[in-house]
T-cell receptor, first 115, second 111 residues
């Protein structure tokens, strides 16, 4: 199983350009997440989707939009990229257990540079 | 608001020495605590969770609600333990399940 697959792995954009980061999981998980990782700050939640058809803002949603296209796919869009969005972006997914949280499975990350 | 603090950016020890990676949290409800690890050129992966009360790769972590801590310990460090370690918190039970991460601690085990 591939688990969580993110594309692209690297991308360089100019300020103002738009792009979509793709994420797909093959574990039949209901929940999916987008995080960004910045030096000295750990991972911060951008958006998450508890189930197909629902999305919610995380800690740092400004400048981003998401789409839960189906159960497998959860994309992250930057409409007008800014240098402050230079970061490593991680997608994750997890199953559901009504009693306790299930571990999150992460992709390899997308390293995004905005010039 | 929930918060996770890992006070050490870097922890360097010699092989065979004990290791303790510190993690403190603040959360008003009942938390679930996790340790995630990222080895060089590998994905971030779950190391252990407090609910499981298990030892993984010789690591253990005990949730201390009085001190709001979830420190990661190993009695004898190995070179293959060198990695980035993240402590993470989630609200227990139903509802929002996203993780709040600490800033991470890089563990270097020297030969």
């Amino acid at each position: 199983n591939a688990g969580v697959t993110q594309t692209p792995k690297f991308q360089v954009l100019k300020t103002g350009q738009s792009m979509t980061l793709q994420c797909a999981q093959d574990m039949n998980h209901n929940s999916m997440y987008w995080y960004r990782q910045d030096p000295g700050m750990g991972l911060r939640l951008i958006y998450y989707s508890a189930s197909e058809g629902t999305t919610d803002k995380g800690e740092v949603p400004n400048g981003y939009n998401v789409s839960r296209l189906n159960k497998r796919e959860f994309s992250l869009r930057l409409e007008s990229a800014a240098p402050s969005q230079t970061s490593v972006y991680f997608c994750a997914s997890s199953g559901i257990n009504r009693v306790r949280n299930q571990p999150q499975h992460f992709g390899d990350g997308t390293r995004l540079s905005i010039l | 608001a929930q918060r996770v603090t890992q006070p050490e950016k870097l922890l360097s020890v010699f092989k065979g020495a004990p290791v303790e990676l510190k993690c403190n949290y603040s959360y008003s409800g009942s938390p679930e605590l996790f340790w995630y690890v990222q080895y060089s050129r590998q994905r971030l992966q779950l190391l252990l969770r407090h609910i499981s009360r298990e030892s993984i790769k010789g690591f253990t972590a005990d949730l201390n609600k009085g001190e709001t801590s979830f420190h990661l310990k190993k009695p004898f460090a190995q070179e293959e333990d060198s990695a980035m370690y993240y402590c993470a918190l989630s609200a227990a039970g139903a509802g929002r399940r996203a993780l709040t991460f600490g800033s991470g601690t890089r563990l270097q085990v020297q030969p």
